[in-house]
């Protein structure tokens, strides 16, 4: 069975670890889109600007909010990632979802929708008030040992995070990307104990030393 196959697989499945902080029921519900292509299983991941009140700077999975045209959550996750990267629907398979979890920072119940697609397909940014940047990564790449880490954030959170030559992922999207490399057989073994700052151009704008700007960040 291949790594993609065990995924979709376990989906449906709870994970009773799967969390980064509270259990949902107390927040806006939103979603997320996990896309994997079949042929390299690489995941879309974008960048947000570093304007944005939530989350400025981070690295994300294409989503947002529920809206009162979505009849799912599944409606959720494709409609944010057609208006985030432009991904068309209509080449996207949707395989399962992840348990949901909740995100203080924007007070939200968040639901990863997986998918899968050929890969074929474009994405890119559509609303650069939205999405900063957008990228492909291999999950074996994201599996590399020597791109893994551990990180705290100044708040006292701990959590997984991955280093890339172009991106540094931590908080939710780390713990989503590691749920999906575990429950896919990715993963490989790293070390845990190695401890890394997060880049201050992933904390948002109110982080940044003066007199630098957003636009300085890399």
Do not use: C
């Not at 989350?55 to 959720?76: F, K, M, N, S």
């Amino acid at each position: 069975m291949s790594h993609l196959s065990t995924l979709i697989a376990s989906l449906g499945h709870d994970d009773p670890d799967f969390s980064v902080g509270r259990r949902p029921g107390s927040g806006r519900s939103s979603a997320v889109l996990a896309l994997v292509s079949e042929v390299d299983n690489d995941i879309v991941l974008t960048r947000r600007p570093l304007s944005l009140r939530h989350h400025a700077g981070q690295v994300a999975l294409p989503g947002g909010r529920a809206e009162d045209t979505d009849e799912t959550i599944v409606d959720t996750a494709l409609r944010e990632a057609h208006e985030e990267v432009g991904l068309d629907g209509r080449l996207v398979t949707v395989k399962g979802v992840l348990p949901a979890a909740h995100v203080a920072a924007s007070s939200s119940d968040v639901t990863t929708v997986v998918a899968t697609w050929s890969g074929a397909g474009t994405v890119g940014i559509v609303d650069p008030a939205e999405v900063a940047m957008v990228h492909r990564v291999r999950l074996a790449d994201l599996a590399n040992p020597a791109a893994r880490a551990t990180t705290r954030h100044t708040s006292g959170h701990r959590g997984p995070a991955f280093i890339l030559p172009d991106l540094f992922v931590w908080g939710f999207t780390a713990h989503v990307l590691d749920a999906l490399l575990d429950r896919g057989g990715w993963s490989r073994p790293w070390d845990r104990e190695r401890m890394v700052k997060i880049p201050e151009g992933y904390l948002g704008a109110s982080h940044l030393p003066e007199p630098t700007t957003p636009h300085d960040i890399p």
